[in-house]
């Protein structure tokens, strides 16, 4: 699931242990505190700030928010959550290929209409591990009409080193019509507290409120994230990112070494272009004690882990996988 390897820091265990205390009491569903401290963060108002439980149930909140037009634009294959956020707020997707393993910028582009509610992007995406460069965003904002929010998932933004890799911040600040979508499951290790955000331009913070009633994160979550934010902490954690991102690379060596194509990644997992070896991949690595997650006939996504469950692997692969 894409989760990190590390446990939490100490600091923040102790911030939801003591939050048991208080379990009677709901949490503030303005969440000010966070979004105080992901304003201060970001450097933009408060207002432009929303929170909810993940970054997926975000998303469904923001999708459902920006109606009635029908239809969402989304890569394909991208995250497997945006079939089931666009079907559950009774829109429709309008699922683009890719281009390998990348968006198909341009064919994008040409899916907008005037039915067109929203577009997602997932930079990187899951699961390929693909970035989108800064000049090829921009080139396909210029072709998006004004009124039509272009939703940026930057779900694994902290893992990114290739510096054409645009932060989606700049794109908010340069683009009235450009949604960032962030979450503290995967880098910051919060997977099971469920808190994820999202930086919106002012046209859609009312839209966003009228909905947003049930989508506040729990009080725990809501702590353990201001937690996180703090500069006290924030060196150690980017530590974490940059010896995940070295893994990352040294698993991609490993395993091409041994003999398999994988997918250049920007991102905390790889991506094994199997086809239909996908599912029988995934199978053998189960039996191995290795859990991996196969896309039926596309191929197979693999979390990098510690150096233990990466050399694991990669044992499995040379010894029991023919390449
Ligand atoms: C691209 C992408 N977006 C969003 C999410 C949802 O993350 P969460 O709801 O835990 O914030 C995921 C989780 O795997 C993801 O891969």
Redesign the pocket.
């Known amino acids: 699931?894409?989760e990190t390897p590390y446990p939490p820091l100490p600091s923040i265990r102790r911030i939801v242990e003591d939050g048991a205390a208080a379990l009677q009491r709901y949490p503030d569903r303005t969440a000010a505190a966070l979004r105080g401290a992901l304003a201060a963060r970001l450097g933009v108002g408060p207002e432009s700030i929303l929170v909810g439980p993940?970054?997926?149930?975000l998303?469904q909140h923001l999708v459902q928010a920006l109606g009635p037009r029908p239809e969402v634009v989304h890569p394909a294959l991208?995250?497997e959550?945006y079939p089931l956020i666009i079907g559950n707020v009774g829109a429709r997707g309008v699922p683009v290929p890719m281009d390998g393993y990348r968006h198909d910028l341009p064919a994008m582009a040409a899916a907008v209409t005037d039915q067109t509610r929203c577009v997602l992007l997932?930079n990187p995406n899951?699961p390929t591990g693909a970035v989108l460069h800064r000049d090829e965003i921009e080139a396909f904002l210029a072709r998006i009409p004004a009124d039509v929010p272009v939703i940026i998932?930057e779900?694994?933004r902290e893992f990114v080193t290739d510096p054409q890799v645009p932060d989606g911040m700049d794109l908010f600040r340069a683009h009235d019509n450009v949604c960032v979508?962030r979450?503290?499951?995967?880098a910051y290790g919060l997977?099971a507290l469920?808190v994820?955000y999202a930086v919106v331009p002012p046209r859609v913070t009312p839209l966003a409120g009228m909905v947003g009633a049930v989508f506040f994160p729990n009080s725990l979550a809501q702590a353990a994230a201001v937690a996180s934010l703090d500069e006290a902490v924030t060196p150690e954690l980017t530590r974490r990112c940059a010896d995940l991102a070295a893994s990352r690379a040294r698993l991609i060596d490993g395993l091409r070494a041994i003999g398999l194509t994988v997918a250049p990644s920007e991102a905390n997992f790889v991506w094994l272009p199997l086809g239909e070896r996908a599912v029988p991949f995934a199978e053998q690595a189960r039996d191995a004690g290795i859990l991996v997650m196969a896309l039926p006939g596309a191929g197979v996504r693999i979390t990098v882990g510690t150096d233990e469950a990466n050399a694991r692997l990669c044992a499995f692969v040379q010894s029991t996988w023919p390449t």
């Open positions: 699931m894409n993940g970054s997926a149930g998303c991208s995250f959550g997932c899951n998932d779900a694994y979508l979450t503290f499951s995967k997977a469920r994820g």
